[in-house]
């Protein structure tokens, strides 16, 4: 049975490395976690400790901690600031989601990962400054967070994870570097303001690798006019270039006509050689008759995607039908790769 302790609205549990803070139940605005109880160090903040305590306003956690349970502060929508430990090397899951007054938090200089959720909804929250070591953004971690209006992020950064900037309303700049390796789904979805999408280094060609289905849905509309993203397809400097001129294109499908707009498609991620991330056919207006689609099969053949000519190929053998004549004209949606 684990050894339990109550010191004044705090409740602790032994654990092998110390003390762990499972609960708290307080009417103070102002709390500062106690480093150690009977001389033995509080190491850890247990999962929902604070879960929906809507008395905090501020919380200081002493740095003899290095563990943060999921969902520690989770719906304390009255917490307006929190100083976190230095040892902390990972925010866990949803841990200030719902923190409604949330405007001010340190995140340690050895923090390596923001976990999923972790900030999510975190709607008053204006500016953050991520640390130099941090690799991972996690899935959702500032989803919703309306206030946020720029971020940079350090070289560190490899991931960022399904909509982990989504629905940020007021974001309108964006610093990613060439360390970036995986942009996820939907990950700035939802920033109809976001104008300025920065990428620092000289090594972007090749790093890029996974630039998912929607990682800048909506975004392009406003990053570039339909005229720029056409020069950009013909002289792109790197890659992620010709993924953001795909998408512009792909959004103005009544601007091209069938062939060109889906040779450009197939064309440009095959060369990327991202098909197999960007679901780039699902969901699109427009229609493609079957020498268009003929012309399709070419372009995936001459570019090596023998995977994706094979598909087209099937898809033409259903529209011309069993008895040889053509289905007619059919919905690009219906070629989802």
């Not at 302790?5 to 762990?20: A, D, M, S, V």
């Not at 070289?155 to 960022?160: C, E, L």
């Not at 720029?228 to 998408?247: G, W």
Request: charged fraction near 20%.
């Amino acid at each position: 049975m684990l050894e339990t302790r109550q010191i004044g609205h705090f409740t602790f549990e032994r654990n092998p490395r110390g003390w762990l803070v499972s609960g708290y139940e307080g009417p103070e605005a102002d709390v500062i976690i106690p480093g150690d109880v009977d001389g033995e160090p509080v190491t850890m903040v247990g999962s929902y400790a604070f879960e929906d305590n809507q008395n905090l306003v501020s919380v200081t956690i002493p740095d003899t901690v290095d563990f943060l349970g999921k969902y520690a502060f989770w719906g304390c929508r009255r917490l307006e600031k929190a100083h976190l430990p230095a040892a902390a090397d990972g925010l866990s899951l949803g841990l200030f989601m719902g923190c409604t007054s949330l405007i001010e938090v340190e995140l340690p200089a050895g923090l390596e990962s923001i976990g999923d959720g972790a900030f999510n909804g975190c709607t008053a929250l204006a500016g953050i400054s991520i640390p130099p070591n941090v690799s991972v953004i996690g899935d959702s971690a500032f989803r919703g967070c309306s206030s946020l209006a720029a971020v940079e992020l350090p070289f560190s950064v490899k991931k960022i994870f399904r909509s982990a900037f989504r629905d940020c309303e007021s974001l309108s700049s964006v610093v990613i570097t060439d360390s970036v390796k995986m942009i996820g789904p939907r990950a700035f979805q939802g920033c109809p303001r976001l104008d300025s999408i920065s990428i620092l280094g000289n090594d972007i060609d090749g790093t890029l690798t996974a630039l998912s289905d929607y990682g800048f849905y909506a975004v392009p509309r406003r990053l570039m006019s339909f005229d720029d993203a056409r020069q950009m397809l013909s002289a792109p400097r790197f890659p992620y270039e010709k993924v953001l001129a795909a998408r512009m294109l792909a959004a103005y499908p009544e601007r091209l006509d069938e062939v060109a707009a889906k040779l450009v498609l197939i064309r440009t991620l095959a060369e990327a050689g991202l098909t197999a991330e960007l679901g780039v056919f699902e969901g699109r207006r427009g229609y493609f008759t079957e020498a268009n689609l003929q012309k399709s099969i070419e372009a995936a053949s001459s570019a090596g995607r023998i995977e994706t000519a094979a598909y087209l190929m099937e898809r033409l053998a259903e529209v011309k039908g069993a008895d040889g004549a053509s289905a007619g004209a059919f919905r690009l949606d219906d070629l989802a790769l």
